[in-house]
Structure formats: structure tokens, C-alpha cells
């Protein structure tokens, strides 16, 4: 069992900064990768930026260049830097973990945590 718990959320207006921290918790389990889904009311959840515990990273169009995603490999910890925020990254913000339990992959969800962004 894995436990994410997520943190960092709040109301800041457009053009103004958050850092998102998720961290994991839990026993027997080795991570992959950490990643960072957003869902706004009545849109689909999409992925917004993930990185592998080696460092590799990937991020949606619309927040490249202005969110940065980085991993603490020893604090089972991912951080999402977001600058230059705009009201349509207003979300709530879900951390996701991959990795296994034993030989069995897992993933688990934080329980999100609310971005609103003021124009």
C-alpha cells in the first residue's frame, strides 16, 4: 500500500506562482516514475508532467516552459513548479506514482489538491 500526500495548493492570480509537493509513503515498494494529472470541472483529467526516477521528464503543451517537474529519489518526493499561472490551469492537481510491489506494478493517487487561478 502507497500513500501520496500532496500539498501546496491554493488561490494565487494569473501570472503568479505555486509549487505543488507530493510525497510517498508506504512499505515494499520501488518507484518508476512520479507524474502530476489536473481535472477542471467538466473536463476529462489530463496528464500534466512526469518524470521517471531517473530524471527523464515530459509535460503537456500548454505548461511547457512555464512548470517545471522535478523527483527526490531518497524523499519518495515529486515537486511541480508552476509559473506564470492563467485562470485555464485552474484545476485540482492529483499526483500519481508507478512503480512495483514486488513483482506486481502498482500505481496509486494522492487525493488531489485545488489550484485556482484569478484573472
Known amino acids: 500500500q502507497v500513500h501520496l500526500v500532496e500539498s501546496g495548493g491554493g488561490l494565487v492570480q494569473a501570472g503568479g506562482s505555486l509549487r505543488l509537493s507530493c510525497t510517498a509513503s508506504g512499505s515494499k515498494f520501488s518507484t518508476i516514475g512520479m507524474s502530476w494529472y489536473r481535472q477542471a470541472p467538466g473536463k476529462q483529467r489530463e496528464l500534466v508532467a512526469g518524470?521517471?526516477?531517473?530524471?527523464?521528464?515530459n509535460y503537456l503543451d500548454s505548461v511547457k516552459r512555464r512548470f517545471t517537474i522535478s523527483i527526490d529519489n531518497a524523499k519518495n518526493t515529486v515537486y511541480l513548479e508552476m509559473n506564470n499561472l492563467k485562470p485555464e490551469d485552474t484545476a485540482v492537481y492529483y499526483c500519481?506514482?508507478?512503480?512495483?510491489?514486488?513483482?506486481?506494478?502498482?500505481?496509486?493517487w494522492g487525493q488531489g489538491t485545488q489550484v485556482t487561478v484569478s484573472s
Open positions: 518524470i521517471t526516477n531517473g530524471g527523464s521528464t
Open positions: 500519481v506514482l508507478d512503480g512495483q510491489n514486488g513483482p506486481d506494478p502498482l500505481r496509486s
